[in-house]
């Protein structure tokens, strides 16, 4: 699979939080339309990566460019970002929240997003305050997956959620595949359910990019990406 | 989102199973290869019948839990040998051409005679002891 | 950003803190049972000559420290409650966040206000009514509460955006700082005591806007000017000095 264009090129970024760095000279590229995984262990700096794309975070040093820019919040309508960790607002049903990102969130689709929320089983009077983790993961997913745009930057996706709801997740990844020429970045540690989603693959290790390519060369050298995975973390 | 072809009960991840054929996919090995073979295997062996329509290439990236990307490079490899056809708007269809199974059946069928005659060759037997060993273990239908 | 989009968001930043707090059964138990023991209390006591029912107003100083808190907890309610991600990285520039925020806290800070002008002026007319006293010892009542009020409203921008600042100053490279800006806070919310001092020093009966001296009023333009360096200074740390 040929690497056209480059969708996100990051050269030796740095970022510092007190004495240790989170990005210690991160270089890489991200090819556009298609699906590259970040991986690595806690505490890498993927979270700290994807915040930089997204304009959270800015460099202490380096380099780097979204679709040529620079992040920040008038790269935004271009990027759906699911944050690390992310929450959302309890007192909103599920219809509320569904208006939010229709009223502030460029390229959101309602009819997709009502679609999705009926795939993932989310009845639109629910409560955000009363839901579980896994259905609340599965509300903010819809906040992304119902936007066209260029980037989908997924942080974590699967962390700490039922197996019900990190299979329907894959699949409606899987359908937004087939639908949409997208970039797509996503950082997980559930790489066994997931490695068969990827095109390509970044590995992190302290802040540094330890290995990179395409997935299926990858196999065909080294093995699963899990095993691949392994050999490179452990210890 | 459509109903993907249905896993039958027990189904595990990356398996797929359609008619009589079934495949499970090795993560170890590259995926597109792996749908390939697989395709071009279960049309030569008949498994899939001539003319049957093929799951689209979102219902078996679902059934896979792989990306359609790597189902669409394999489906369009398919399409180049002419094993399958695609027919706008109806989906894509295996080949009701009999002649060109047949033809990769034969292929299949020579590599596999090639790859044997080369593994026994790499043991030391001559061509009597092979002969001799093919009359002994060939029968009818009994094999090992 | 669209005008529409803007009133949405202000919206949004309402609904999430009023509809919680209003839920509470304890701030109406709590309510209510303050406004039985100030009735009790006013019977007993409201009709003695020295009271006069214009001390009541006095409860009213603790408004400016609470305005702060308001717009405070607004913006950290993001970091909070875990949706500071999807906030930030929204595609509005920082001031555009803000300004939502400052209008959302200052709409919440007008109806506590409302509310507590309205709890006040129920107990004095209770007190006029037990006590018998005459319409004549209202009208200077009125007086009294507008100057209040209009003081209240007048600094409220300053203790708004004060609290916006210290909410993005803990989030902050310069979180060192925050102690100082709580002094800064603590002495500022003090603004009306000196008000109550001027204004109960006069006879009752005295036409009470004067009783507010020149410099008085001259601070409020002072309180605007400080109102705006704060917001800005909010917009900025929001904007590049942020620890994420």
Redesign the interface.
């Known amino acids: 699979m040929a690497m056209s264009v480059e969708a996100i090129v990051g050269e030796r970024l740095v970022k510092r939080y007190g004495k240790r760095p989170a990005l210690n000279g991160l270089s890489f590229t991200i090819p556009a339309h298609r699906v590259t995984a970040v991986l690595g262990p806690n505490g890498a700096g993927k979270s700290t990566l994807m915040r930089m794309i997204a304009g959270m975070v800015v460099p202490d040093d380096g380099e780097l460019k979204v679709f040529g820019q620079s992040p920040g919040w008038k790269l935004n309508p271009s990027i759906a970002y699911l944050p690390d960790r992310a929450r959302w607002y309890g007192s909103h049903t599920v219809s509320d929240a569904l208006e939010w990102g229709e009223r502030l969130l460029p390229g959101f689709d309602r009819d997709r997003a009502y679609d999705l929320a009926r795939d993932f089983k989310l009845d639109s009077q629910m409560q955000v305050s009363g839901m579980s983790k896994g259905q609340e993961a599965r509300l903010m997913l819809i906040l992304c997956l119902a936007r066209d745009v260029p980037l989908l930057l997924l942080d974590e996706p699967f962390s700490g959620i039922d197996m019900i709801s990190r299979e329907k997740i894959v699949a409606a990844l899987i359908d937004s595949f087939s639908e949409r020429k997208q970039t797509v970045l996503i950082s997980t540690h559930e790489i066994a359910e997931t490695e068969g989603l990827f095109d390509y693959a970044v590995f992190i290790r302290e802040g540094r990019t330890a290995l990179f390519g395409s997935v299926e060369e990858l196999r065909e050298r080294q093995g699963s990406i899990q095993d691949i995975y392994r050999k490179l973390f452990e210890g | 989102m459509t109903q993907p072809f249905q896993p039958e009960g027990g189904s595990r991840l990356n398996e797929f199973r359609f008619g009589s054929m079934r495949f499970v996919l090795d993560l170890s090995q590259p995926l597109y290869e792996q749908v390939l073979e697989q395709f071009r295997n279960s049309i030569a062996k008949g498994e899939i019948a001539l003319g049957e329509k093929m799951p689209s290439v979102r219902e078996l990236a679902q059934a896979l839990k792989i990306n359609p990307n790597t189902v669409l490079r394999a489906y369009q490899e398919l399409e180049r040998d002419a094993l399958t056809e695609t027919r706008r708007g109806q989906g894509t269809f295996i080949t009701t051409d009999a002649e060109r199974v047949a033809e990769v059946r034969r292929k299949l069928a020579v590599q596999a005679v090639t790859d044997f005659l080369n593994k026994m060759r790499s043991l030391g037997l001559t061509k009597d002891e092979i002969l001799r060993l093919l009359q002994e273990k060939g029968g009818d239908g009994d094999v090992g | 950003m669209s005008d529409?989009?803007f009133l949405?968001?202000v919206r949004?930043e309402g609904?999430?803190s009023v509809?919680?707090f209003l839920k509470t059964k304890w701030f109406w138990v709590y309510a209510g049972a303050v406004l039985l023991l100030a009735a009790a209390a006013l019977t007993v006591w409201g009709g003695a000559a020295q009271f006069q029912a214009r001390y009541l107003f006095s409860f009213t100083f603790i408004l400016p420290y609470f305005t702060a808190m308001l717009a405070f907890r607004t913006l950290l309610g993001e970091w909070k409650?875990?949706?500071?991600?999807?906030w930030?990285?929204?595609?509005?520039?920082?001031v555009r966040l803000l300004s939502a925020k400052l209008v959302a806290a200052f709409l919440q800070a007008l109806a506590l206000y409302a509310a507590c002008f309205a709890f006040i002026t129920l107990l004095i007319l209770y007190n006029a009514g037990i006590h018998g006293l005459g319409a004549s010892s209202l009208s200077d009542l009125w007086v009294t509460e507008s100057i209040f009020i209009v003081m209240l409203l007048g600094i409220a921008p300053f203790m708004l955006t004060l609290g916006l600042l210290l909410g993005a100053v803990t989030q902050s490279n310069w979180s060192p700082a925050t102690p100082l800006l709580w002094m800064v806070f603590g002495l500022s919310g003090n603004a009306l005591s000196w008000l109550t001092g001027a204004v109960f020093s006069q006879q009752p009966g005295t036409a009470a806007f004067d009783a507010v001296p020149r410099w008085g009023y001259a601070m409020l333009p002072v309180y605007w000017a400080a109102a705006a360096l704060c917001f800005l200074g909010a917009v900025r740390v929001l904007s590049?000095h942020?620890k994420?």
């Not at chain 3, 409650?81 to 999807?86: D, E, F, I, L, Y």
């Open positions: 529409g989009t949405y968001l949004h609904q999430s509809r919680k409650n875990g949706t500071v991600g999807w930030i990285t929204l595609p509005y520039p920082r590049r942020l994420f």
